[in-house]
Structures are given as C-alpha cells and as structure tokens.
C-alpha cells in the first residue's frame, strides 16, 4: 500500500486536497473514479505528462507523492474528447452555450462532488476489477470476443477467438492500408472478405495485452511511424 495526495485543479478550497491509499495494481483510472473525477487528468505534481487510464499508478509513484487532477480543457474539446475516450477516460457530457446559461450561478465556483474521507482521513482507492476488454466494451459470445480496437487515428471493428489451449487469435476487419503496407505488414495475413489474422510471432499475448498491442501499431502506421 501507497499513500498519496491528490490536488484537484479548480475545487473550492477545502475540497481541493485528498489524501489516498493505493494498493498494488491501482490504475490512473481507479484513482479518478474513487473520487469521482470524470472528465479529469491526473499526473504527478510538476509534471506536463498525464496518465494513461489504464495505467498502473502504484507502479508509477511512490509513498507520499503528491498528483494533480486537471480538468480536459474546453479549447479544441472535438479532438481532445475523441483523443481521451481512444485511450479510456470518461469524459462529461458536452454542455451547450445555451445550457450553460440557463444553469449558470455568478456566485458560485467549480464545485467538484468529491467524497468526504473516513476513518484515518484517508480515501481507500477501489480498483475497477474488470479486464481491459471489458472496460473498453468489447462483448463476448461463446469463445468469441468483437469490438473495436479504437485509436485517436480511428476504430477498426475486431474478433478474438478464445482457446481452451495455447493464446487468443486476433482478427481486424477491413484493416487501414497504411498498416498493411508497412514494416508490420507481414504480420496481418488475410483470411478473406477483408478480414486479416495477426501474427504476433514468439509473443502469446493474452487478450488485453493483444488489444493494446494492435492499436499501438494502428497509431504507429497512421501517424507514419512504422517502428
């Protein structure tokens, strides 16, 4: 177990500071929703690099760090809120204008429902169980996972055979060009009706780390960075 402390940007004073235990295998993600911080950004204090959801942050910290969470900034909100569901924030739903007006308050200032700490004044951080398949909405049907592996580059719909024996087989459908043309090419071979098995050479990944696994190379091909 680690302690930490949590700044929360734009809370009222007096909400704006939580104290946190994290056990081991704790995410970025579980710290957020333990406080319910949605639409939030959290990374160590100084640092300009927010945590990815999935993220281990027990791994990331250590005992008596202090972390800062940042609300998403409303400038440039189309690309950044498809850019943070990509990688597994939850993000609030989008206000408009008028709706600002009608349910704005002059007098009042952020207001962040932040739980109130218990016992040693401490906030116990609830690790979200569920494997990334799951949390990225990923459905199952006998031995058959599909969903979609999803980048800030797009979503490509995907398969993955479970096996009793040996490792998962992935499948993407009608995959990009770009990542059929390039260094990893080789590694998607086609099963017909734009359907593509992957190839994952001497790794056997299980499910969530095949997953992340395409979308890096999904990202790497689209952004013209093949290796």
């Not at 206000?95 to 906030?123: C, D, F, H, M, Q």
């Not at 040996?166 to 359907?195: Q, T």
């Not at 780390?209 to 290796?227: C, D, N, T």
Request: with cysteine; net charge positive.
């Amino acid at each position: 177990m680690k302690t930490a402390a949590v700044i929360i940007s734009g809370a009222p004073a007096g909400d704006n500071l939580r104290d946190i235990d994290v056990p081991p295998g704790s995410s970025a993600g579980d710290v957020l929703r333990t406080l319910d911080l949605n639409g939030y950004l959290l990374s160590k204090e100084g640092s300009a690099q927010a945590f990815a959801a999935e993220e281990d942050i027990y791994a990331a910290i250590q005992s008596g760090d202090k972390l800062r969470a940042t609300p998403v900034a409303e400038v440039g909100a189309g690309f950044w809120r498809r850019f943070l569901s990509a990688i597994g924030y939850p993000l609030k739903p989008t206000v408009t204008v008028r709706e600002r007006k009608a349910t704005a308050s002059p007098a009042r200032k952020i207001a962040t429902p932040v739980p109130r700490p218990a016992g040693n004044g401490r906030l116990q951080v609830d690790r979200d169980r569920r494997s990334l398949w799951e949390i990225r909405g990923w459905t199952r049907n006998g031995n058959r996972l599909t969903g979609a592996f999803r980048t800030p580059k797009g979503s490509f719909v995907g398969e993955v055979a479970l096996k009793r024996r040996g490792a998962p087989e992935f499948y993407i459908i009608n995959p990009p060009e770009g990542l059929l043309r390039g260094s990893h090419g080789p590694c998607f071979r086609s099963r017909g009706g734009g359907k593509y098995w992957v190839h994952f050479g001497l790794a056997n990944p299980d499910v969530d780390a095949g997953i992340v696994a395409i979308e890096k190379l999904i990202v790497r091909a689209l952004s013209g960075r093949q290796r």
